[in-house]
C-alpha cells in the first residue's frame, strides 16, 4: 500500500497549513504510532517501525496541500517485488500511520 497525493486537510483553528505545519503533523503522527523518523532532506521524511522481527521503512514526501507515504525497503515481511505483494500486516501499519497524521495535520 502507498499513500498517493492525501490532502492536507484544513487546521481546526482555521490558521493555514504551511510545509512546516505538515512537517510537525507528520512527525507528531509517525511518534503516536510509533514509527521512528529522520529528514532527508526538504519536504521528505523517511519513517521505519520495527515490529518483533519485522521491519519496514517508508518515504513520506509533503507540502503544504498533499503527502505520500511509500514504500522503501522491509525485512521479514515476504514483500515481493514481482507481485507487488506484502504481508499484510504492513498495509494495516500505513493505514494507521496516514490516519495518524491525518488527525495531527487537522490540530
Do not use: F
Not at 510537525?24 to 518483533?52: H, T
Not at 519496514?56 to 514526501?61: G, L, M
Not at 525485512?75 to 495518524?100: F, G, K, P, Q, V
Amino acid at each position: 500500500m502507498n499513500i498517493n497525493d492525501s490532502p492536507v486537510p484544513n487546521r481546526l483553528n482555521g490558521v493555514p497549513q504551511t510545509a512546516e505545519t505538515v512537517r510537525q503533523g507528520i512527525l507528531a503522527g509517525c511518534v503516536d504510532k510509533g514509527w521512528n523518523c529522520r529528514e532527508v532532506g526538504p519536504g521528505l521524511i523517511e519513517a521505519s517501525i520495527n515490529v518483533r522481527n519485522h521491519r519496514a521503512t517508508t518515504e513520506i514526501s509533503y507540502d503544504k496541500n498533499s503527502y505520500n507515504i511509500l514504500y522503501k525497503n522491509s525485512s521479514m515481511l515476504d514483500y515481493n517485488e514481482r507481485n507487488n505483494t506484502i504481508h499484510r500486516n504492513y498495509n494495516r501499519w500505513i493505514s494507521y500511520l496516514d490516519n495518524a497524521i491525518h488527525k495531527r495535520l487537522a490540530l
